[in-house]
């Protein structure tokens, strides 16, 4: 499961409130993308979700219950960051086996997970070698791996392909739409990319200045944008 929802979560850095109050609610299995600018906070906004940050105020629930004060390993969700996160020096299997090592799920559940998650991004071919005998694409693909063996109940991604060049951002795009297709599991994907918005969501969430523009389906916003800023983000003739 992996409903979350935000009640009139604010957030301040010092003096500057960088989320005014917000409500969103995520269904469980939905692909969301959070969209806008930079700066509006969708990074912000994605990290008090995950518990990497603490809220100013409001509340958090996933799958109805409070997980507002709830550090970020109690909260059953997994953050996949930019390739570059990987350990260097450890093995494909080890990066993605480490969250279990340090959750200390038994050895052969390991194993179990990592044929499985290899299995399903590619990487079975790949899982002795190191991080830096892998192309930009693979290495992506271990760190999703290595979310995917905490089985969560939700992936959080933070402009995860941003990274990878033109080409490699198609495929990638592709991949991991596939792995929400597979895996049912809900995501929360956060992009200033336009066309990963429309191409990738169920409901996109526009954000300006850290409120909620709009929040509908890609259809829904192209062909309703409720003003110029929507429509200019979407690419909407309005
Ligand atoms: P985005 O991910 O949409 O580019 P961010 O969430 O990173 O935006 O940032 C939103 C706003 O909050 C920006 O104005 C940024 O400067 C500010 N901000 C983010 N993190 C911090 C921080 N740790 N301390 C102070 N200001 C911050
Ligand atoms: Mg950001």
Redesign the pocket.
């Known amino acids: 499961m992996g409903r979350i929802t935000l009640d009139k979560v604010t957030k301040r ?2 003096d ?1 409130e ?1 989320i005014p109050p917000l409500d969103l609610t995520i269904e469980d299995g939905e692909f969301v993308v959070f969209v ?10 994605l ?1 008090l979700i995950a518990g990497l ?1 603490d809220v100013s105020s409001g509340e958090i629930r996933i799958d109805g219950q409070p997980a507002t004060d709830l550090p970020p390993a109690k909260r059953g969700l997994a953050m996949v960051f930019q390739s570059y996160a990987l350990y260097p020096h450890m093995s494909v299997r080890k990066n993605i086996a480490f969250p279990m090592k340090m959750a200390g799920v038994p050895q052969e559940e390991q194993n179990r997970r990592i044929e499985s998650a290899a299995a399903a991004l590619n990487l079975t071919d790949y899982l002795d070698r190191r991080p830096g005998q892998l192309s930009g694409g693979q290495r992506q693909r271990v760190a999703i791996g290595r979310a995917i063996v905490r089985e969560p109940a939700a992936f959080l991604f ?1 402009e995860p392909l941003s990274n990878l060049d033109a080409a490699l951002r198609v495929g990638m795009r592709l991949e991991i739409s596939e792995l929400h297709n597979r895996l049912a599991t809900t995501m929360i994907y ?1 992009t ?1 990319d336009q066309v990963e918005a429309m191409t990738m969501a169920d409901k996109i969430v526009v ?1 300006r200045a ?1 409120h909620i523009e709009q929040v509908g389906s890609p259809l829904e916003l192209y062909r309703n944008p409720r003003n110029l800023f929507v429509a200019g983000f979407i690419g909407s003739p309005k």
Not at 36 to 45: E, H, M
């Open positions: 850095f010092g500057v960088v806008g600018p930079s700066g509006c906070g969708k990074s912000t906004l990290r940050e933070d956060v200033h954000l850290g």
